[in-house]
């Protein structure tokens, strides 16, 4: 399985940067595809999950400014990101977990980085 993430970029405070993540080599289905960050010194954290039906999830701090949204069809997750803060940037990676026939995998795609600063 790889995972092609984009979108990340450098952005003024208020902004916006919309991130997308394709999927590809997938066997079975995928069941839930997410976003985390790590900032510079800091370990990585939770951002948004979203599962194949729909049901989302948010961290706190970006819960009214972030959207996520999948495209199960073309195996591909987004994220929505605007109101961007300088304590936003921070290399986001997407991950995905396809459910096998007895059990889940995870995967992790290669980080897109995010820059809000003036």
């Known amino acids: 399985v790889q995972l092609q993430a984009s979108g990340g970029g450098l952005v003024q405070p208020g902004g916006s940067l919309r991130l997308s993540c394709a999927a590809s080599?997938?066997?079975?289905?995928?069941?839930?595809m997410g976003w985390y960050r790590q900032a510079p010194g800091a370990e990585r954290e939770f951002v948004a999950t979203?599962?194949?039906?729909?049901?989302?999830k948010y961290e706190d701090s970006v819960e009214d400014r972030f959207t996520i949204s999948i495209n199960n069809a073309e195996d591909t997750v987004y994220l929505q990101m605007n109101d961007l803060k300088p304590e936003d940037t921070a290399i986001y990676y997407c991950?995905?977990?396809?459910?096998?026939?007895?059990?889940?995998?995870?995967?992790w795609g290669q980080g897109t980085q995010v820059t809000v600063s003036s």
């Open positions: 991950h995905v977990v396809e459910s096998g026939l007895n059990t889940d995998y995870g995967y």
């Open positions: 979203i599962t194949s039906g729909g049901v989302t």
């Open positions: 080599g997938i066997m079975f289905r995928i069941s839930d």
